[in-house]
């Protein structure tokens, strides 16, 4: 009665949308992300809203993974050296305190991978390296998106950035699997760095 | 090279897991949620860890949707009060804090909602509601998911709460979708409350 | 042995700061931000690292009071509006990122407070009203503070923005009390508003 | 005109509080501390409120020092180990979920050190080392504070924890100096440490 049919179809939505997501990923992309995560002394994130969110998750199986990783903004967040990466989140690729952050990162020498839906935006510009997600931020970015035909209400179904942050989310996830099989880390290690107190 | 491969495998363990997600809510427990959260005057939501990120990006969205909403936790959070609708996720449901707060909350007269991988956790039994949403902290909450059996190093690819996690910011957009359509609200409603600064 | 002696020195210089505040600040400054604080309908705080942590108790005190109150950056903030009131807060008033959130503040029109040590930063140039707080961020902020000449380790002993950041949470709880009598609140309204579960 | 009275008189009395304050110290609490920060590899804070802000703000300290620190419930904090060192800070000694933190605390194996107004309460049961700092959580703890015979609003001026909190702050700030002079660290060895992004 009470909103099962549209949980169930707004889910299918997002389905739809994830399933899309492997053969959007481009191969030269993904590969340097990891090879920058893996040749990095300090990886630092950064994001705003809910993409701060997705990037906070992110940084939370990195330090499971022994990785040492700072959030900026958080409490104990060091100052950052060359040679340190900052992984920066934004759809849009045009958020402002993102696209600012990046710009003081690149200043200290530091390096700069942008997540984001375009790659021609100001954040993509100013970074070293870039992992283009597919979002649905403007009209353009689903262009051949061909469920949204069959659903004229698909736009407020998943509002926003909703796709572009569960697309981040899932593809994060992703390479977290893929620096476990790098560094040969088993869910047990993980496991023994999990937050005692919550 | 370097990881696209395991990237993918991985992506797909995920997506294999998403797709088994509708077929697993429970129509009573989704309706009631949506029910409850359309009924009290105010909602707070707590979570600890990577769940913790997930409860927030919900609660990003009911502020979008005008819903008076608050984090435990954070800065403005406010006392509980009779007839406040505490929403507590964990994948356990045995999360020290979370079922701590549990409690204090029903102290008070307030409601609580539980999005959990186990029905018969602490926190599922002090709950008003539960919704069960499958995760894979036991190895019973995977029982019935086949794909484990063609790939042996399942556990490694997504580690500890992963699955519940992503399967809970699913549910949770799919749940904002509904009471999108519920409240008539469209994407313009909720850009117009978006963070303006960041 | 370890640490008492120097404990108490530290104390001392923190205190003799202190003493100083109530005469440098300016009357006419004091009783605008009030004024503003009593004539918005919502108040937004914003301020990095430890003068951020500053401006959330503040907050959190500002929401006890039944103020409208949000943190830039956390979960549930929404879109500003003309007519809010943005309180930043930076000893030095250069702080890239508060800065830029006091531009965007003003492109969409709410009101800018400034509390900071340097009237002509940029901050202060951007804000509607500015409150000087000494501090100590540079040399010339503490011109005239006779006991630094008695103290070579003066600076050691307080370093970076530590006064600004103390002596901001004296006058911003000071501030708070004017609230409270010019509202007529008591102490008991301000509990039945203080967070249940913590 | 508006509130500039109120806020001297208020300031006034957080003032001859603060003055009370280095007498009431005592020297083996505050030393012991000292020896516990040194000796310990790894320090975790935790605090709720604005008691959680004041215990950041410590820790943002103690990384400009080179301890190794983390602050329960962010985003990085790893796995308690025997050893490590929670400060927890609590006015009452009483609030839920620290006492909580602490007792997990103890379970693994890690040491308490508790800052609080109440030698006696749960939390300072549980500790091995307490710091007893005065507040005025309940009216025992203002017994000989002798300008509250002459303000009757006394109450009213510095409400719940104000006066713990502030001094907290200044006290925690002093143990800081004394840190920096124990390990030789000066005031530029900090601001290298200061974060970049802000």
Chains 1, 2, 3, 4 share one sequence.
């Not at 994830?18 to 053969?23: A, E, G, V, Y």
């Not at 992300?33 to 809910?50: E, K, M, Y």
Request: net charge positive.
């Amino acid at each position: 009665m009470v909103g099962m049919e549209e949980t169930l179809r707004a889910m299918d939505e997002i389905l739809a949308f994830l399933r899309t997501l492997p053969k959007k990923l481009k191969s030269k992309e993904v590969e340097n992300f990891i090879q920058a995560l893996l040749n990095t002394r300090r990886v630092f994130v950064v994001g705003a809203g809910r993409s701060g969110l997705v990037v906070k998750a992110f940084a939370t199986r990195l330090m499971h993974l022994d990785f040492e990783v700072y959030v900026v903004g958080e409490t104990i967040t060091p100052a950052l050296r060359p040679g340190d990466l900052l992984v920066a989140l934004s759809g849009s690729g045009e958020t402002d305190l993102i696209v600012e952050s990046a710009k003081i990162a690149k200043k200290v020498g530091a390096r700069v991978a942008a997540i984001t839906s375009y790659p021609r935006s100001s954040l993509a510009k100013l970074a070293d390296l870039v992992v283009t997600l597919p979002g649905r931020t403007k009209i353009a970015s689903i262009k051949g998106f061909v469920r949204r035909e069959l659903y004229g209400e698909y736009a407020s179904l998943t509002p926003l950035g909703t796709l572009f942050e569960i697309s981040s989310m899932v593809f994060l996830d992703a390479i977290i699997s893929s620096l476990m099989v790098k560094l040969g880390k088993k869910e047990e290690d993980l496991r023994a760095k999990h937050a005692t107190i919550e």
